[in-house]
């Protein structure tokens, strides 16, 4: 069945520098690719998404870039805050309601 | 606009007991999902309501588990009777389901906990 492999599953970074976290998606008719941040205890939530006819979005500090050839995508998020530390989910859309999630990537910002 | 309405917030029970769950998707969506989140599993789509009706359960883990939507405001997911391993926090999200609106919006979670 459909699949998303998200890696890695966690990451440490020093606050200030960059992440990234990369997503790998097995239905090629997959056309939409959102990205959800989840704090500790509370609920998912939207932070950037894109359609397969893009190649990148950018948002502030965080930016998604798609390869639809290679079937994978990315979140990149500069200059790191505490407040950017969570965990992430990916996800791509394999049918015109549902959603393949990632298994999650815990992201830690040391100070 | 509220968000999506979840109650109650915290459930505990006792195996056996049976326990429902309650949700209010933000007005005017006509999608309606219902996820279970454990560390082992992520999320998983339990069932998916369009229009309050439900398309998709194939991710309802067996007939202990039910869900309705009686109307566009309001659903249910009941476990009858609840085990041990049902122990999981339990999200509803809404959408819009249009062409070129995906986003679907997540509840605050019912944190189930059964003894």
């Known amino acids: 069945g459909e699949n998303v492999e998200q890696h890695p599953s966690t990451l440490s970074v020093q606050e200030g520098d960059s992440a990234v976290i990369k997503c790998t998606y097995s239905?090629?008719?997959?056309?939409?690719f959102p990205w959800y941040k989840q704090e500790l205890g509370k609920r998912p939530q939207l932070i950037i998404d894109?359609?397969?006819n893009v190649g990148e979005k950018k948002d502030q500090r965080i930016a998604v870039t798609l390869n639809k050839t290679a079937k994978h995508f990315s979140l990149h998020i500069t200059e790191t805050q505490p407040e950017d530390s969570a965990v992430y989910f990916c996800?791509?859309?394999?049918?015109?309601?549902?959603?393949?999630w990632g298994a999650g990537t815990k992201l830690i910002i040391k100070p | 606009d509220a968000g999506v309405i979840q109650s109650p917030r915290h459930e505990v029970t006792e195996m056996g007991q049976e326990v429902t769950l309650r949700c209010k998707p933000i007005?005017?969506?006509?999608?309606l999902f219902w996820y279970r989140q454990t560390m082992m599993r992520g999320l998983e789509l339990l069932i998916y309501?369009?229009?309050?009706?439900?398309?998709?359960d194939s991710g309802m883990p067996e007939d202990r588990f039910s869900a309705k939507m009686p109307n566009a405001s309001f659903s249910t997911l009941k476990i009858q009777p609840s085990e041990p391993r049902d122990s999981a926090v339990y999200f509803c999200?809404?959408?819009?389901?249009?062409?070129?609106?995906?986003?679907?919006?997540f509840g605050p979670g019912t944190r189930l906990t059964v003894l």
């Open positions: 894109i359609r397969s």
């Open positions: 007005s005017g969506h006509n999608s």
């Open positions: 309501f369009n229009n309050n009706v439900p398309i998709d």
């Open positions: 999200a809404s959408s819009l389901f249009e062409a070129s609106t995906d986003t679907q919006y």
């Open positions: 996800a791509a859309k394999v049918s015109n309601y549902q959603l393949i």
């Open positions: 239905d090629s008719a997959s056309n939409y």
